[in-house]
């Protein structure tokens, strides 16, 4: 799987892009600020629909103008596969495959796998559960619809639910109507901790290896699922918080509130690791991540990775580079040191500056 060429089209500080990617290792580079990200982004946004730093579709379109758009050309198994995206200030964005429009975004989820590593991965360990919670949900959410669906709709649930629990502040009677939403929640909520399990498991068989090797054989790594409740307990203690949620105007259990614990035999790296074993242990999860994703699609994903190298020493930086095998591998940095210096191999060079961007 790789990404042939992108274009783009008012979508950030980009008037108009059109770039060609090799299949191999291709490296942006270019001071700060000058729209290296945005690149991996739209690329992101083809795979997803979706941003990985969350912005909204008004956010991402070109200041002063009304629409954005970006065509990604890809292949599949060797078969070419165009993705339109049409983002629009007031409207829902327009996706197209192959030139036909799809009814649901959902639809667009399988045909471009990417996994994402940006420096913020690094610190996934050290801060809070809704980082490590994004980590499980943004690799989830392109291997399996059906868990995209029930995540989305147990947001919307869970939004609706702390609505109205504010409102049976000032209308005591509404709170005949909190069980409508309590048997939805329970119904998504249970899918999502059964999944999440699944995924966490199916990670630990292949973590422990890799953070193995990349420790010298010295560090175990374990991963555990800390589900805020077990999906057969959810229904019930929903039933026993709901004096609590009514104080706090807030549902106190669910898997909004799970976490994922990283242990060195049985020590919690969260509260006792130091910053090198946190950092090294989130890189073997992204490399794990990326294995699982390779025998789910039983393809190659495409893999991002935005200013990581900067942030690992060179040890680090060696074992992620070794590891990237056939994978098409899309990279920012600001400087060409690290690979001249450290002789890594790479196969095209762009330089972005302000929004235009040389071969």
């Given at each position: 799987m790789?990404?042939?060429t992108?274009?783009l089209?008012?979508y950030?500080?980009?008037?108009?892009?059109?770039?060609?990617?090799s299949?191999g290792?291709?490296?942006?580079?270019?001071?700060?600020?000058q729209?290296?990200t945005?690149?991996?982004?739209?690329?992101y946004?083809?795979g997803?629909?979706r941003?990985?730093?969350g912005?909204?579709d008004k956010?991402?379109i070109r200041?002063?103008?009304?629409e954005?758009?970006i065509r990604a050309i890809?292949?599949?198994?060797?078969?070419p596969h165009?993705i339109?995206?049409?983002l629009k200030?007031?409207?829902t964005?327009?996706?197209?495959?192959d030139?036909?429009?799809?009814?649901?975004?959902?639809e667009?989820f399988g045909?471009?796998?990417l996994?994402?590593?940006?420096?913020?991965?690094?610190?996934?360990?050290?801060?809070?559960?809704?980082?490590?919670?994004r980590?499980?949900?943004m690799?989830?959410c392109?291997l399996?619809?059906i868990?995209?669906?029930n995540l989305?709709?147990?947001?919307k649930?869970l939004?609706q639910?702390?609505n109205l629990?504010?409102?049976?502040?000032?209308?005591?009677s509404?709170a005949?109507?909190?069980?409508i939403?309590d048997?939805?929640?329970?119904?998504?909520g249970?899918?999502?901790?059964?999944t999440?399990?699944k995924f966490?498991?199916?990670?630990?068989?292949?973590?422990?290896?890799i953070h193995?090797?990349?420790t010298?054989?010295?560090e175990q790594?374990k991963l555990?699922?800390e589900?805020?409740i077990?999906?057969?307990?959810?229904?019930?203690?929903?039933k026993?918080s709901?004096d609590?949620?009514?104080?706090t105007?807030?549902?106190?259990?669910?898997?909004?509130r799970?976490?994922l614990n990283?242990?060195?035999?049985d020590i919690?790296i969260?509260?006792y690791?130091?910053?090198?074993q946190q950092r090294?242990?989130a890189?073997?999860c992204?490399?794990?991540?990326i294995?699982?994703?390779?025998?789910?699609i039983n393809?190659?994903?495409?893999?991002?990775?935005?200013?990581?190298?900067?942030?690992?020493?060179r040890q680090?930086?060696n074992y992620l580079?070794?590891?990237i095998g056939?994978?098409?591998t899309?990279?920012?940095?600001?400087?060409?040191e690290e690979?001249?210096?450290?002789?890594?191999?790479?196969?095209k060079i762009?330089?972005?500056?302000n929004g235009?961007v040389?071969?």
């Amino acid at each position: 799987m790789v990404v042939k060429t992108l274009e783009l089209m008012d979508y950030r500080n980009y008037l108009s892009l059109n770039i060609s990617f090799s299949s191999g290792i291709n490296i942006l580079y270019g001071e700060n600020a000058q729209g290296k990200t945005n690149i991996l982004e739209a690329i992101y946004l083809c795979g997803t629909t979706r941003s990985h730093r969350g912005s909204k579709d008004k956010e991402i379109i070109r200041f002063g103008r009304e629409e954005a758009h970006i065509r990604a050309i890809i292949e599949k198994k060797q078969i070419p596969h165009r993705i339109d995206l049409h983002l629009k200030k007031s409207k829902t964005k327009g996706v197209a495959i192959d030139g036909l429009p799809i009814k649901k975004q959902s639809e667009l989820f399988g045909m471009l796998n990417l996994v994402f590593f940006s420096p913020e991965d690094l610190y996934i360990i050290k801060n809070g559960p809704a980082e490590r919670r994004r980590f499980i949900d943004m690799e989830l959410c392109q291997l399996d619809k059906i868990y995209m669906s029930n995540l989305s709709n147990y947001n919307k649930v869970l939004q609706q639910r702390n609505n109205l629990l504010k409102q049976i502040t000032t209308d005591k009677s509404l709170a005949d109507t909190l069980q409508i939403w309590d048997i939805k929640l329970v119904e998504y909520g249970r899918s999502i901790i059964e999944t999440r399990e699944k995924f966490i498991l199916r990670l630990n068989e292949l973590v422990g290896d890799i953070h193995k090797k990349l420790t010298g054989g010295i560090e175990q790594l374990k991963l555990r699922y800390e589900p805020n409740i077990n999906a057969s307990d959810f229904e019930d203690a929903l039933k026993r918080s709901n004096d609590k949620d009514l104080i706090t105007k807030t549902t106190n259990v669910g898997p909004h509130r799970d976490d994922l614990n990283f242990l060195l035999g049985d020590i919690d790296i969260r509260k006792y690791g130091s910053q090198g074993q946190q950092r090294t242990a989130a890189l073997s999860c992204k490399l794990a991540e990326i294995e699982l994703v390779k025998s789910i699609i039983n393809d190659n994903p495409v893999l991002l990775l935005d200013d990581v190298l900067s942030e690992l020493d060179r040890q680090r930086q060696n074992y992620l580079l070794g590891s990237i095998g056939q994978l098409q591998t899309i990279m920012t940095c600001t400087g060409l040191e690290e690979f001249v210096n450290h002789r890594f191999a790479y196969d095209k060079i762009f330089h972005v500056v302000n929004g235009k961007v040389s071969s």
